[in-house]
């Protein structure tokens, strides 16, 4: 596994568009090391057999493989990412590597929470119809709402290019329910490491303290603090420093579509409406040296051996 490693980050370096590589043989590079990165997917290719499981969910080509185990309520219909798209010419350059499901936790979660409001044996065919959704609680609408955040920004950031990796819903050791434990995104590439909420509270937003703050918010809500709580495990498992912890909210809900708010341990916060997104991890903060390959590879190895899904 050693010899390896070592010819993956070799092929890395001499492939990667940042060095004057092809990002197709980059590309091919990174599909070849998810076939036999570890002892279990090499002992699985060298039976014939590439089955990871369905924790592993690849979107980058906006389809979900088969035998995922996602459930699919009655009424649901797909969102974007998620349906087959036609093939890429040829020509194409190939986009960020997404891993997980987006959205999929709050669904199922908004789910099952409509399904005990309307209760037990009553009338249920559609639980996304606009009337049903508006007289339910706010908590059950605020998952939905959520859900839907995370979708966009997922096809967000499935544009990319292909030196970008995405894991979407990512678990972490913080004790409490999957949506307020999960990080909803973690974003890798040469410009950093970014770990993302995606919110919509349904209103106005503002900064005070650098924590956001509304009338919206649940009482006792601190997103700022709670992302900043929730990278602490995967910091210690994966031996990585993230660069700046990102709230992407829906367009003018803030004053500012683009600002750092404050720091946590150090860390720059930003929140960032989402037609910025892209702009901004492509771009980066000020200031902040980009990734080198040597030190993007290694860290998107541990990151890939360390995270684990909700």
């Known amino acids: 596994m050693d010899e390896l490693r070592r010819a993956y980050r070799r092929r890395l370096r001499e492939t990667h568009p940042d060095t004057g590589g092809e990002a197709v043989e980059f590309h091919a590079v990174q599909v070849a090391w998810e076939l036999i990165g570890t002892p279990e997917d090499r002992a699985s290719f060298d039976r014939g057999t590439t089955d990871r499981g369905s924790s592993d969910r690849s979107f980058a080509d906006g389809s979900e493989p088969s035998g995922s185990s996602v459930h699919r309520p009655e009424g649901y219909t797909a969102p974007a990412w998620e349906t087959t798209t036609p093939p890429r010419g040829t020509d194409a350059e190939p986009t960020a590597r997404s891993h997980g499901h987006p959205g999929g936790w709050n669904r199922e979660e908004y789910f099952a929470l409509m399904r005990e409001w309307v209760g037990r044996g009553a009338k249920f065919e559609n639980p996304y119809d606009a009337a049903m959704v508006r007289s339910a609680p706010r908590e059950i609408r605020h998952l939905l709402a959520d859900a839907i955040a995370e979708e966009e920004t997922a096809r967000t950031l499935s544009q990319l290019d292909i030196s970008y990796t995405i894991w979407h819903d990512v678990q972490t050791d913080v004790p409490g329910p999957g949506s307020d434990v999960k990080l909803d995104h973690v974003v890798l590439g040469p410009t950093g490491l970014f770990a993302m909420l995606s919110e919509d509270w349904g209103g106005a937003l503002q900064v005070r303290k650098g924590e956001i703050v509304s009338d919206m918010l649940l009482v006792g809500e601190r997103p700022v603090h709670s992302l900043a709580r929730r990278i602490r495990s995967l910091t210690r498992s994966a031996r990585v420093k993230f660069t700046a912890l990102a709230i992407i909210v829906p367009d003018g809900t803030t004053a500012d579509a683009l600002a750092v708010i404050g720091r946590e341990k150090g860390v ?21 040296p980009r990734l080198g390959a040597d030190e993007l590879f290694a860290v998107r190895d541990r990151l890939q051996q360390s995270i684990r899904f909700v």
């Open 268 to 288: 720059p916060v930003v929140i960032v409406q989402q037609s910025r997104l892209q702009e901004f991890v492509e771009s980066g903060l000020a200031g902040v």
